[in-house]
């Protein structure tokens, strides 16, 4: 059976979108759940890098607290009815989207001023400077991120209010496509420069740790596993959501004339794009292990003393 290309986008966002979202509603929120519980009950004394992973864990525990609604949504086959909802949920996505490659970046700087002043003598490395430098990025995003909002209500007063629209399908006052190329550059192509600068300082700096202290037994490159995996993990996830989206954009606004099917191919690709890139919420509490070993030791302890309490009490 040949399927009609209009009906493409309605089977994606039920057999694909859904499920999709779904799986990562189950993954991703009870992990990151963990640590802010973690954080909160069993980590007394915080270092700035602690700072920087709560903060990187709430704004994914927010994020994920949307998918369950927005994936029964597309399996229903229903649009958000609420303009409130639709407004606050996009917004969640994209701050989300940005604060986690931004505090992926002060992560890895601070692991990089870390290797190059070990005694914490560096301010930036204090947890005063920390909370300041996280105030100062939540401002950023939001700044960032604020022309959706009235890109999204001017489309809402413009059009049907019970369709909630997607990024690429909004119209508005200013140009979709030179907003979407400025956050694309903004948001997500500066901080993975800074981050791949961040790897290659850390990696100079341990390759001269290592020759220095060659009859060392200890490892000095996990820091940079960590951070060159960070990297890695932002630019194979979000490259093919920054391209196709604007790509769709550009479909839209300037290569007008195509084909029904090339500009349905278009979105379809750009679709499938979507829950890849908001895969890093699945995956950030993996670095939150790894980046700390006082908080990892204090909640699998925690852990196992509650097991152990429960254990106790089921004993006759």
Known sequence: MVLNCSNLNNLLERYYLSPFYGLEFCFGFPGNLLVVLGYIF????????????????????????????????YGAGQSETSPYVCIVNRYLLHVNLYSSILFMVWISMDRFLLIRHPTRNHFLL????????????????????????????????????????????????????????????????????????SSH???QILHAQERALEHSTKSYKRPLRVVTAAAAMFLVLYTPYHVMRNVRIASREIL??????????????????????FLHSVINPVFYFFMGDKFRELLLAKLRQAVMKTERQREP
């Not at 270092?47 to 864990?57: C, G, K, P, R």
């Not at 007008?256 to 890139?277: F, K, Q």
Request: hydrophobic letters at 50%; a neutral charge.
């Open 201 to 203: 300082q850390i990696a």
């Open 256 to 277: 007008v004339g195509l084909e029904s099917c090339t500009m349905i191919y278009i979105e379809v690709v750009y679709i499938v794009t979507r829950p890849i890139a």
């Open 126 to 197: 204090r947890p005063q400077a920390a909370l300041i430098v996280t105030g100062l990025s939540w401002v950023a995003i939001n700044v960032e991120v604020a022309p959706l909002i009235s890109l999204m209500v001017h489309d809402l007063r413009t059009g049907n209010r019970s369709i909630c629209q997607d990024f690429t399908s909004l119209t508005g006052d200013i140009s979709l496509l030179g907003y979407s190329l400025g956050l694309t550059l903004t948001g997500y192509v500066m901080p993975l420069l800074v981050l791949c600068f």
């Open 42 to 73: 069993c980590l007394r004394k915080w270092q700035s890098t602690n700072i920087y992973l709560f903060s990187l864990a709430v704004s994914d525990l927010i994020f994920l607290s949307t998918l369950p609604k927005l994936s029964y949504h």
